[in-house]
């Protein structure tokens, strides 16, 4: 079973950064795809940025530019700088995993998400 911790959020001026950490525990497991998602109060929720097991790398148009998503396969660890911070940047930031486990010849496919945390920029 893996788990997802995030860490790095709070409260930012206009213009500020904050760094978002979101590291998986577990056993036996292999990462594939590592996202960030948000939602804003009232929205729906919206892929900030992906990065991929061969470090493909997506963004929202709103976040290019400004925030970088990165990963370290040896710690398990995906993470998102966001600079340049705006009020509209105000969300819940979900981590999301797809990993595989079990044995090579029984692979199975798994998808999580992280408990969220709170980014709060205020103007």
């Known amino acids: 079973q893996v788990q997802l911790v995030e860490s790095g959020g709070g409260l930012v001026q206009a213009g500020g950064s904050l760094r978002l950490s979101c590291v998986a525990s577990?056993?036996?497991?292999?990462?594939?795809?590592m996202a960030w998602y948000r939602q804003a109060p009232g929205k729906q929720r919206e892929l900030v940025a992906n990065?991929?097991?061969?470090?493909?790398?997506n963004y929202v148009d709103s976040v290019k530019g400004r925030f970088v998503i990165s990963r370290d396969n040896v710690k398990n660890t995906v993470y998102l700088q966001m600079n340049s911070l705006k009020p509209e940047d105000t969300a819940v930031y979900f981590c999301?995993?797809?990993?595989?486990?079990?044995?090579?010849?029984?692979?199975?496919?798994?998808?999580?998400w992280g408990q969220g945390i709170l980014v709060t920029v205020s103007s």
């Open positions: 990065i991929t097991a061969i470090s493909r790398i």
């Open positions: 577990g056993s036996s497991f292999s990462i594939n795809d």
């Open positions: 999301n995993l797809h990993y595989m486990s079990g044995p090579i010849t029984r692979l199975k496919y798994h998808e999580i």
